[in-house]
């Protein structure tokens, strides 16, 4: 959801807007946009302000930055980044937990695919969502949960 737009993606399915218009005393969707570019995959996205942050299938695994508003794809990151990744935001960075067990820290910016660091955070695959804390990341494996700390 973004202000009062619902925003609906899926496996090889374009992403696409919508908004919840009343007609009369009818109410009805109405399709804003569509963008088959952003079909997201076994990934939920992410708002950081104006920004839509996703991960969708297509270059075997891209990130991508997409415009909410207006549905146009803002940077897309090199392809083979994996199967999956787990996006959240935390400030100015966007972080991807992929299912090798990468967590890249991103900035979250609508100007570019911008990497800070990467970090190797388990020694099996990672398919949950990592929780940002203030003072580190807590990481779920494939048998564990970890505690990886910021100091």
Do not use: C
């Amino acid at each position: 959801m973004y202000k009062d737009t619902l925003i609906i993606a899926g496996l090889n399915n374009p992403t696409y807007a919508v908004r919840v218009v009343k007609d009369g005393g009818k109410y009805t969707l109405a399709k804003l946009w569509e963008n088959p570019q952003a079909s997201m995959h076994m990934s939920s996205p992410v708002l950081a302000g104006d920004v839509l942050f996703g991960f969708t299938h297509k270059s075997k695994g891209q990130l991508f930055a997409q415009d909410p508003r207006t549905g146009k794809i803002l940077w897309t990151s090199p392809g083979r980044q994996g199967d999956n990744a787990a996006l959240e935001v935390s400030g100015n960075l966007l972080f991807a937990l992929k299912d090798d067990a990468d967590l890249v820290a991103i900035r979250a910016i609508p100007g570019g695919y911008e990497p800070i660091r990467t970090y190797k955070v388990a020694d099996s695959p990672t398919y949950a969502h990592p929780v940002i804390t203030e003072n580190g990341v807590f990481v779920k494996d494939a048998t564990s949960v970890m505690f990886w700390s910021w100091k």
